[in-house]
């Protein structure tokens, strides 16, 4: 009858360990100017090789001469680690700025892009924005940058801080400490936000 309790207890602390270790959720606030403006939940559900990431974020921005708020939803599932498909969905004061998705079809992707649709012709992604909440880019060139539909080149600027180019001069810094992802600056012309992991 122990043995049989020792053996329950142990099956029952494996599993509830494979149980969290299936379940990664991150929280970040989102700063503008020294100020709490929003959140920003990052979701990843499976194992290293079959998960699908998350991310959900909102701002309330008050600008001198305008409120800005923006909504956004992204999407992504990974097959024996190669992205099968995503979307990235993005409204700013309810007009919708972005929407698109991403569809693996064999050798190549099918992106559509609102009412557009093309294709890329790469036959495997990795890594994309999302995949970098979760793991330090330390051995990649490059990821799928989801907003700009190609691959681009990932810098690291500084040790454990990695720059990705984004559209009209903007950029995406994401900053590690202890292998975990700590904050993302997020700059463009027109304004910067700094999501800093609670």
């Known amino acids: 009858m122990k043995t049989y309790f020792i053996s329950a207890l142990l099956l029952i602390m494996l599993c509830s360990g494979m149980v969290s270790g299936q379940n990664n959720v991150q929280y970040y606030d989102v700063i503008h100017r020294d100020q709490l403006v929003g959140s920003t939940v990052v979701k990843k559900v499976g194992n290293d090789q079959n998960f699908t990431i998350t991310l959900s974020f909102s701002a309330d921005i008050d ?36 929407d698109n998705t991403i569809k693996h079809l064999g050798s190549y992707y099918k992106v ?20 970098l909440f979760f793991s330090e880019p330390d051995r990649i060139n490059t990821v799928y940058a989801d907003n700009q539909q190609k691959l681009v080149s990932i810098a690291e600027a500084a040790p454990k801080k990695y720059v990705v180019p984004g559209k009209n001069d903007s950029s995406s810094t994401y900053i590690f400490q202890n292998g975990q992802c700590s904050s993302v600056i997020l700059k463009s012309k027109l304004v910067t936000l700094i999501l800093k992991r609670r």
């Open 63 to 98: 600008f001198l001469i305008k409120r800005v708020v923006i909504t956004g939803r992204e999407y992504a599932r990974f097959e024996n680690r190669v992205l099968k498909s995503g979307s990235v969905y993005r409204k700013v004061n309810d007009k919708v700025k972005t």
């Open 112 to 131: 559509q892009d609102g009412e557009k649709s093309h294709t890329l012709a790469i036959e495997e992604i990795r890594d994309n924005m999302l995949s």
